[in-house]
């Protein structure tokens, strides 16, 4: 039961946080013209009203269970209804057990989508209501249009080519990192990716030298952190990939982290008395890390 108390807790956030920073609030809300900023809150709009869709679900759920339960009969629209509202509702639940930002509404939107049907089309008798109603289906138009063409836009931007062990990938901005590890390393060698992102470990194709795929202050316990510096001294580990501003980002990705976890970081601690920088490289997003090595070591040489 330790992963549903300790890796929820360091995950928890208001219900649909957005996982902004303080440069894309302004990027958003304060930069560039009128029209413009306009046209940016449309687009984003729907991060606000897809954590919504499932309350509705649920509120679908409570009204058929009802209306079954007064008929005293069955009918397939009524069980139509109670059978996609609780899969809805269940889902929901696994997003609140674990993280209620909306990149894990985003996962599973395909069913609420059903929802924001249902309200599209649902029979009102309010002539308020029939009139408002083509307004809605514009902006549900524009706005979810908007967004699904930002991330079209995202995709067909991306021209930087990046050859991995795992094939060619395309990005909006260079990488450096991937092809500086591919000089370094072999297939297969257990090379230190800290504290976050053992995507690189997959498309260099070598792997985490612990039993952990990553591991992050706040979501691992003091035992696994004195595991993992075990295993780095049993194997002789003479290099890693570090991400010295990975403290960043808790304030808007993990705002439940304890403080304690990101200032008393053991592995970061072992990391920055044996082992010294040799080069700082950058994701496309502009994530800085360093390549570093023990301090006994050779920096690698380009071949």
């Given at each position: 039961?330790?992963?549903?108390?300790?890796?929820?807790s360091?995950?928890?956030?208001a219900y649909g946080?957005q996982?902004?920073?303080?440069?894309?609030?302004?990027?958003?809300?304060?930069?560039?013209?009128?029209?413009?900023?306009?046209?940016?809150?449309?687009?984003?709009s729907?991060?606000?009203?897809?954590?919504?869709?499932?309350?509705?679900?649920?509120?679908?759920?409570?009204?058929?269970?009802?209306?079954?339960?007064?008929?005293?009969?069955?009918?397939?629209?009524?069980?139509?209804y109670?059978?996609?509202?609780s899969?809805?509702?269940?889902?929901?639940?696994?997003?609140v057990?674990?993280r209620?930002?909306?990149?894990?509404?985003?996962y599973?939107?395909?069913?609420?989508?059903?929802?924001?049907g249902?309200?599209l089309?649902?029979?009102?008798?309010?002539?308020?209501?029939?009139?408002?109603?083509?307004a809605?289906?514009?902006?549900?138009?524009?706005?979810?249009?908007m967004?699904?063409?930002?991330v079209?836009?995202?995709?067909?931007?991306?021209?930087?080519?990046?050859h991995?062990r795992?094939?060619?990938?395309?990005?909006?901005?260079?990488?450096?990192?991937?092809?500086y590890?591919?000089?370094?390393?072999?297939?297969?060698?257990?090379?230190?990716?800290?504290?976050?992102?053992?995507?690189?470990?997959?498309?260099?194709a070598?792997?985490?030298?612990?039993r952990?795929?990553?591991?992050?202050?706040?979501?691992?316990?003091q035992?696994?952190?004195e595991?993992?510096?075990?295993?780095?001294?049993?194997?002789?580990?003479?290099?890693?990939?570090?991400?010295?501003?990975?403290?960043e980002?808790?304030?808007?990705s993990?705002?439940?982290?304890?403080?304690?976890?990101?200032v008393?970081?053991p592995?970061?601690?072992?990391?920055?008395?044996?082992?010294?920088?040799?080069?700082?490289?950058?994701?496309?997003?502009?994530?800085?890390?360093?390549?570093?090595?023990?301090?006994?070591?050779?920096c690698?040489?380009?071949?």
């Amino acid at each position: 039961m330790w992963p549903l108390h300790h890796y929820t807790s360091a995950n928890h956030v208001a219900y649909g946080w957005q996982n902004w920073s303080d440069h894309t609030r302004d990027l958003i809300f304060k930069t560039g013209p009128a029209a413009a900023r306009i046209a940016k809150i449309i687009a984003v709009s729907p991060g606000f009203l897809i954590p919504v869709l499932p309350l509705v679900g649920c509120s679908f759920f409570v009204y058929w269970a009802a209306r079954i339960r007064e008929a005293n009969r069955e009918s397939s629209q009524a069980c139509y209804y109670i059978v996609i509202s609780s899969a809805s509702a269940g889902l929901l639940l696994s997003v609140v057990m674990v993280r209620t930002d909306i990149l894990h509404f985003i996962y599973l939107v395909p069913v609420w989508y059903v929802v924001l049907g249902w309200v599209l089309a649902a029979p009102t008798e309010s002539r308020a209501l029939l009139r408002f109603r083509p307004a809605l289906v514009v902006y549900v138009a524009i706005a979810f249009g908007m967004l699904g063409f930002a991330v079209l836009l995202a995709t067909t931007g991306a021209q930087c080519a990046i050859h991995t062990r795992r094939g060619e990938i395309t990005t909006p901005e260079p990488d450096t990192v991937v092809p500086y590890l591919q000089m370094c390393t072999k297939i297969g060698d257990e090379f230190l990716i800290y504290p976050y992102l053992p995507l690189y470990n997959y498309l260099t194709a070598t792997r985490s030298p612990s039993r952990y795929d990553y591991f992050q202050p706040g979501m691992n316990t003091q035992e696994q952190a004195e595991e993992l510096i075990r295993s780095l001294e049993s194997k002789r580990i003479n290099a890693a990939l570090v991400e010295p501003s990975f403290a960043e980002k808790f304030a808007n990705s993990w705002p439940e982290t304890p403080l304690a976890s990101v200032v008393e970081d053991p592995v970061m601690d072992y990391l920055v008395r044996n082992f010294r920088v040799c080069k700082l490289l950058h994701s496309p997003e502009e994530w800085r890390f360093a390549y570093v090595v023990r301090k006994d070591a050779r920096c690698p040489e380009k071949n």
